[in-house]
Protein backbone atom coordinates (compact mmCIF):
# COMPACT_ATOMS: atom_id res chain seq x y z
CA UNK A 1 0.00 0.00 0.00
CA UNK A 2 2.36 2.69 -1.50
CA UNK A 3 0.44 5.58 -3.03
CA UNK A 4 -1.93 8.48 -3.17
CA UNK A 5 -5.74 8.59 -2.49
CA UNK A 6 -6.52 11.93 -3.59
CA UNK A 7 -9.86 12.70 -1.48
CA UNK A 8 -12.87 15.26 -2.36
CA UNK A 9 -12.90 16.61 1.23
CA UNK A 10 -16.24 17.31 2.44
CA UNK A 11 -17.24 20.51 3.95
CA UNK A 12 -16.71 20.94 8.22
CA UNK A 13 -14.30 17.98 8.24
CA UNK A 14 -10.47 18.75 8.85
CA UNK A 15 -7.09 17.77 7.63
CA UNK A 16 -6.54 15.75 10.61
CA UNK A 17 -9.47 14.39 11.00
CA UNK A 18 -9.03 13.42 7.05
CA UNK A 19 -6.61 11.49 7.65
CA UNK A 20 -8.03 9.43 10.60
CA UNK A 21 -11.11 9.28 8.57
CA UNK A 22 -8.50 7.25 5.35
CA UNK A 23 -6.52 5.11 8.17
CA UNK A 24 -10.22 3.67 9.22
CA UNK A 25 -11.08 2.57 5.43
CA UNK A 26 -7.68 1.22 5.68
CA UNK A 27 -8.10 -0.75 8.64
CA UNK A 28 -11.83 -2.15 7.28
CA UNK A 29 -9.97 -2.91 3.81
CA UNK A 30 -7.32 -4.85 5.81
CA UNK A 31 -9.55 -6.31 7.96
CA UNK A 32 -12.15 -7.95 4.68
CA UNK A 33 -8.24 -8.85 2.96
CA UNK A 34 -7.53 -10.69 5.99
CA UNK A 35 -5.75 -8.49 8.05
CA UNK A 36 -3.15 -5.79 7.04
CA UNK A 37 -0.01 -4.31 9.22
CA UNK A 38 -0.23 -0.72 10.48
CA UNK A 39 0.27 1.96 7.07
CA UNK A 40 1.98 5.43 7.46
CA UNK A 41 -0.73 7.87 6.22
CA UNK A 42 0.11 11.45 5.62
CA UNK A 43 -1.69 14.76 4.31
CA UNK A 44 0.32 16.72 1.45
CA UNK A 45 -1.71 20.41 2.48
CA UNK A 46 -3.87 21.18 4.93
CA UNK A 47 -7.79 22.78 4.04
CA UNK A 48 -9.66 24.75 6.34
CA UNK A 49 -12.54 22.56 8.01
CA UNK A 50 -15.06 25.00 6.02
CA UNK A 51 -13.04 24.28 2.46
CA UNK A 52 -13.76 21.05 -0.05
CA UNK A 53 -11.98 19.80 -2.35
CA UNK A 54 -8.70 17.54 -3.09
CA UNK A 55 -6.67 17.03 -0.06
CA UNK A 56 -3.73 14.72 -1.55
CA UNK A 57 -3.29 11.61 1.26
CA UNK A 58 0.16 9.75 0.76
CA UNK A 59 -0.12 6.20 1.97
CA UNK A 60 3.15 4.18 2.35
CA UNK A 61 6.20 5.58 1.14
CA UNK A 62 4.74 8.18 -0.59
CA UNK A 63 4.38 9.70 2.73
CA UNK A 64 8.36 10.52 2.01
CA UNK A 65 6.76 13.17 -0.65
CA UNK A 66 4.13 14.96 1.01
CA UNK A 67 6.67 17.76 1.86
CA UNK A 68 6.94 18.25 -1.44
CA UNK A 69 3.39 18.44 -2.09
CA UNK A 70 3.06 20.80 0.39
CA UNK A 71 5.26 23.44 -1.40
CA UNK A 72 3.27 23.01 -4.60
CA UNK A 73 0.95 25.03 -6.28
CA UNK A 74 -2.72 25.26 -5.73
CA UNK A 75 -5.91 26.39 -7.56
CA UNK A 76 -8.87 27.44 -5.67
CA UNK A 77 -12.34 28.65 -6.74
CA UNK A 78 -14.21 30.88 -3.92
CA UNK A 79 -16.61 33.37 -3.62
CA UNK A 80 -16.59 36.55 -1.98
CA UNK A 81 -19.31 38.33 -0.28
CA UNK A 82 -19.22 41.86 0.16
CA UNK A 83 -20.59 44.37 2.70
CA UNK A 84 -19.62 42.61 6.25
CA UNK A 85 -15.90 41.26 7.26
CA UNK A 86 -15.48 38.51 10.02
CA UNK A 87 -12.78 38.00 12.88
CA UNK A 88 -11.89 34.61 10.54
CA UNK A 89 -12.49 36.36 6.96
CA UNK A 90 -14.77 32.97 6.35
CA UNK A 91 -18.25 32.14 7.16
CA UNK A 92 -17.59 30.71 10.22
CA UNK A 93 -16.51 33.76 12.48
CA UNK A 94 -18.40 36.62 14.22
CA UNK A 95 -18.96 39.84 11.76
CA UNK A 96 -16.72 42.44 12.87
CA UNK A 97 -17.10 45.61 10.34
CA UNK A 98 -19.90 46.36 7.68
CA UNK A 99 -19.38 48.57 4.68
CA UNK A 100 -22.80 49.88 2.96
CA UNK A 101 -20.58 50.02 -0.74
CA UNK A 102 -20.93 46.97 -3.16
CA UNK A 103 -18.50 47.08 -6.39
CA UNK A 104 -19.86 46.56 -10.30
CA UNK A 105 -18.08 43.59 -12.10
CA UNK A 106 -16.14 46.35 -14.10
CA UNK A 107 -14.56 47.90 -10.92
CA UNK A 108 -14.10 43.95 -9.97
CA UNK A 109 -12.26 43.13 -13.68
CA UNK A 110 -10.29 46.88 -13.22
CA UNK A 111 -8.64 45.86 -9.72
CA UNK A 112 -7.78 41.74 -10.26
CA UNK A 113 -4.17 42.74 -12.60
CA UNK A 114 -3.02 44.27 -9.31
CA UNK A 115 -3.37 41.16 -7.36
CA UNK A 116 -1.81 38.70 -9.93
CA UNK A 117 1.81 38.32 -9.82
CA UNK A 118 3.88 38.94 -6.64
CA UNK A 119 2.48 39.98 -3.77
CA UNK A 120 2.63 40.72 -0.15
CA UNK A 121 -0.36 39.10 2.49
CA UNK A 122 -0.70 39.07 6.00
CA UNK A 123 -2.23 36.26 6.96
CA UNK A 124 -5.29 35.41 9.03
CA UNK A 125 -5.26 36.31 12.98
CA UNK A 126 -7.36 32.86 12.65
CA UNK A 127 -4.31 30.79 10.94
CA UNK A 128 -1.94 27.66 12.42
CA UNK A 129 0.94 30.15 11.84
CA UNK A 130 3.18 30.11 14.93
CA UNK A 131 4.15 33.18 16.88
CA UNK A 132 6.31 32.87 19.74
CA UNK A 133 6.01 29.32 19.48
CA UNK A 134 2.07 29.29 19.93
CA UNK A 135 -0.86 28.96 16.84
CA UNK A 136 -2.03 32.26 15.64
CA UNK A 137 -5.67 31.13 16.31
CA UNK A 138 -5.45 30.26 19.81
CA UNK A 139 -4.46 33.95 20.67
CA UNK A 140 -6.89 34.99 18.69
CA UNK A 141 -8.97 32.72 20.48
CA UNK A 142 -8.42 33.86 23.42
CA UNK A 143 -8.73 37.31 22.76
CA UNK A 144 -5.24 38.85 21.96
CA UNK A 145 -4.74 41.54 19.31
CA UNK A 146 -2.31 38.89 16.82
CA UNK A 147 -0.47 41.02 14.51
CA UNK A 148 0.58 38.79 11.22
CA UNK A 149 3.96 39.78 9.33
CA UNK A 150 2.87 40.59 5.64
CA UNK A 151 4.99 37.62 3.53
CA UNK A 152 5.68 37.47 -0.20
CA UNK A 153 3.33 34.88 -2.28
CA UNK A 154 2.62 34.72 -6.47
CA UNK A 155 -0.94 34.51 -8.07
CA UNK A 156 0.08 33.02 -10.74
CA UNK A 157 -3.75 34.26 -12.20
CA UNK A 158 -6.47 35.20 -11.00
CA UNK A 159 -9.76 35.10 -13.33
CA UNK A 160 -13.86 35.67 -12.30
CA UNK A 161 -15.95 33.00 -12.75
CA UNK A 162 -18.54 33.24 -15.53
CA UNK A 163 -21.06 35.20 -14.38
CA UNK A 164 -24.52 36.75 -16.39
CA UNK A 165 -24.06 40.28 -14.21
CA UNK A 166 -23.81 43.77 -16.54
CA UNK A 167 -20.70 45.37 -15.82
CA UNK A 168 -22.48 48.00 -13.69
CA UNK A 169 -24.33 46.26 -11.45
CA UNK A 170 -23.54 46.53 -8.17
CA UNK A 171 -22.47 43.04 -6.62
CA UNK A 172 -23.48 41.52 -3.14
CA UNK A 173 -20.47 38.87 -4.18
CA UNK A 174 -18.04 37.63 -6.58
CA UNK A 175 -16.65 34.02 -7.68
CA UNK A 176 -13.39 33.68 -8.62
CA UNK A 177 -10.29 30.99 -9.58
CA UNK A 178 -7.31 31.32 -8.28
CA UNK A 179 -3.57 29.42 -9.14
CA UNK A 180 -1.19 30.37 -6.32
CA UNK A 181 2.00 29.61 -4.81
CA UNK A 182 2.39 27.83 -1.63
CA UNK A 183 2.06 30.14 1.62
CA UNK A 184 -0.95 32.09 0.04
CA UNK A 185 -4.57 32.59 2.27
CA UNK A 186 -7.30 32.83 0.09
CA UNK A 187 -9.42 34.31 2.80
CA UNK A 188 -6.73 37.01 2.70
CA UNK A 189 -6.95 37.35 -1.06
CA UNK A 190 -10.60 37.76 -0.67
CA UNK A 191 -10.00 40.72 2.44
CA UNK A 192 -7.31 42.50 0.22
CA UNK A 193 -9.55 42.45 -3.14
CA UNK A 194 -12.79 44.07 -1.13
CA UNK A 195 -10.85 46.22 0.45
CA UNK A 196 -9.06 47.39 -2.67
CA UNK A 197 -12.68 47.59 -3.71
CA UNK A 198 -13.99 50.20 -1.13
CA UNK A 199 -15.44 47.80 0.75
CA UNK A 200 -15.47 44.89 3.42
CA UNK A 201 -15.77 41.23 2.54
CA UNK A 202 -15.10 37.86 3.53
CA UNK A 203 -15.11 34.12 2.55
CA UNK A 204 -17.91 32.70 1.99
CA UNK A 205 -17.09 29.06 -0.05
CA UNK A 206 -13.72 27.88 -0.89
CA UNK A 207 -13.32 24.87 -2.97
CA UNK A 208 -9.60 23.54 -3.71
CA UNK A 209 -9.72 22.29 -7.53
CA UNK A 210 -6.10 21.34 -8.14
CA UNK A 211 -3.19 20.65 -5.58
CA UNK A 212 0.33 19.60 -6.81
CA UNK A 213 -0.44 17.15 -10.04
CA UNK A 214 -3.69 16.32 -8.11
CA UNK A 215 -7.15 17.57 -9.73
CA UNK A 216 -11.09 16.88 -8.77
CA UNK A 217 -11.18 14.30 -11.53
CA UNK A 218 -8.65 11.49 -9.87
CA UNK A 219 -10.55 12.53 -6.44
CA UNK A 220 -13.39 9.89 -4.48
CA UNK A 221 -15.37 11.16 -1.75
CA UNK A 222 -15.57 9.90 1.45
CA UNK A 223 -18.55 7.90 0.93
CA UNK A 224 -16.83 5.72 -1.68
CA UNK A 225 -13.60 5.29 -0.17
CA UNK A 226 -15.84 3.79 2.56
CA UNK A 227 -18.11 1.30 0.08
CA UNK A 228 -14.52 0.35 -1.82
CA UNK A 229 -13.29 -0.45 1.86
CA UNK A 230 -15.36 -3.02 2.53
CA UNK A 231 -15.26 -4.93 -0.48
CA UNK A 232 -11.60 -5.17 -0.25
CA UNK A 233 -11.07 -2.43 -3.41
CA UNK A 234 -9.05 -0.02 -1.77
CA UNK A 235 -6.11 -0.48 -3.59
CA UNK A 236 -8.33 0.33 -7.29
CA UNK A 237 -8.73 4.18 -5.75
CA UNK A 238 -5.06 4.65 -4.77
CA UNK A 239 -2.72 6.17 -7.60
CA UNK A 240 0.61 5.40 -7.95
CA UNK A 241 3.36 6.69 -5.80
CA UNK A 242 4.97 8.13 -9.20
CA UNK A 243 1.60 10.07 -9.61
CA UNK A 244 3.29 12.66 -7.10
CA UNK A 245 5.63 13.18 -9.38
CA UNK A 246 4.82 13.84 -12.60
CA UNK A 247 7.14 16.84 -13.16
CA UNK A 248 10.31 14.88 -12.36
CA UNK A 249 12.11 13.30 -15.24
CA UNK A 250 13.00 9.78 -14.75
CA UNK A 251 15.86 8.15 -14.62
CA UNK A 252 16.85 4.55 -15.27
CA UNK A 253 18.89 2.42 -13.17
CA UNK A 254 20.87 -0.74 -13.27
CA UNK A 255 20.27 -3.33 -10.39
CA UNK A 256 23.51 -2.77 -9.33
CA UNK A 257 23.15 1.25 -9.47
CA UNK A 258 19.78 0.87 -7.43
CA UNK A 259 21.49 -1.00 -4.60
CA UNK A 260 24.23 1.50 -4.69
CA UNK A 261 21.19 4.15 -4.29
CA UNK A 262 19.21 2.05 -1.50
CA UNK A 263 22.52 2.27 0.18
CA UNK A 264 22.66 6.16 -0.07
CA UNK A 265 25.72 5.88 -2.02
CA UNK A 266 26.74 8.44 -4.53
CA UNK A 267 26.54 7.65 -8.11
CA UNK A 268 28.59 8.69 -11.10
CA UNK A 269 27.46 8.33 -14.44
CA UNK A 270 26.78 11.46 -17.20
CA UNK A 271 26.07 14.89 -16.27
CA UNK A 272 22.83 15.89 -14.66
CA UNK A 273 21.18 18.78 -13.19
CA UNK A 274 18.22 18.80 -10.62
CA UNK A 275 15.79 16.23 -9.58
CA UNK A 276 14.83 12.94 -11.03
CA UNK A 277 13.38 9.99 -10.18
CA UNK A 278 15.13 7.06 -10.22
CA UNK A 279 13.67 3.91 -11.19
CA UNK A 280 14.63 0.39 -11.52
CA UNK A 281 12.42 -0.87 -14.13
CA UNK A 282 8.95 -0.18 -12.90
CA UNK A 283 10.38 0.27 -9.30
CA UNK A 284 10.97 3.29 -7.40
CA UNK A 285 14.18 3.44 -6.12
CA UNK A 286 14.86 7.18 -4.86
CA UNK A 287 14.40 10.82 -5.39
CA UNK A 288 17.84 11.75 -6.67
CA UNK A 289 19.85 15.17 -7.44
CA UNK A 290 22.06 15.36 -10.04
CA UNK A 291 24.56 18.09 -10.30
CA UNK A 292 27.62 17.51 -12.72
CA UNK A 293 27.86 13.46 -12.82
CA UNK A 294 27.33 13.15 -9.28
CA UNK A 295 23.75 11.57 -8.48
CA UNK A 296 22.55 11.99 -4.60
CA UNK A 297 19.35 10.25 -3.05
CA UNK A 298 16.85 12.78 -1.49
CA UNK A 299 14.76 10.20 -0.58
CA UNK A 300 14.57 6.32 -1.12
CA UNK A 301 11.98 4.42 -0.97
CA UNK A 302 11.74 0.96 0.16
CA UNK A 303 9.95 -1.05 -2.33
Known sequence: MHGWIILDKPHGLGSTQAVSAIKRALRRNGEVLGGAG??????????????????????GEATKLAGRMLDSDKIYD?????????DTLDLEGQVIAHSDHRPTLAQV??????????????????SAILID????????????????????????????????????DKLEEITLRAHVSKGTYIRSLARDIATALGTLGHVTMLRRVKAGPFTLESAISLDKLDEAARGGGIAQCMLPLTAGLDDIPA???????????????????????????????????????ASGPEIRVVRGFNL
Open 133 to 168: GQRAYDLARAGQDVEMKTRSVTIRALTLQPSPTEPE
Open 78 to 86: FTCRFGAQT
Open 38 to 59: KVKVGHGGTLDPLATGVLPIAI
Open 251 to 289: LAVSPHDALALRQGKVLVGKPHTGLMLAMEGQTPVALVE
Open 109 to 126: EAVLPHFTGPIDQAPPAY
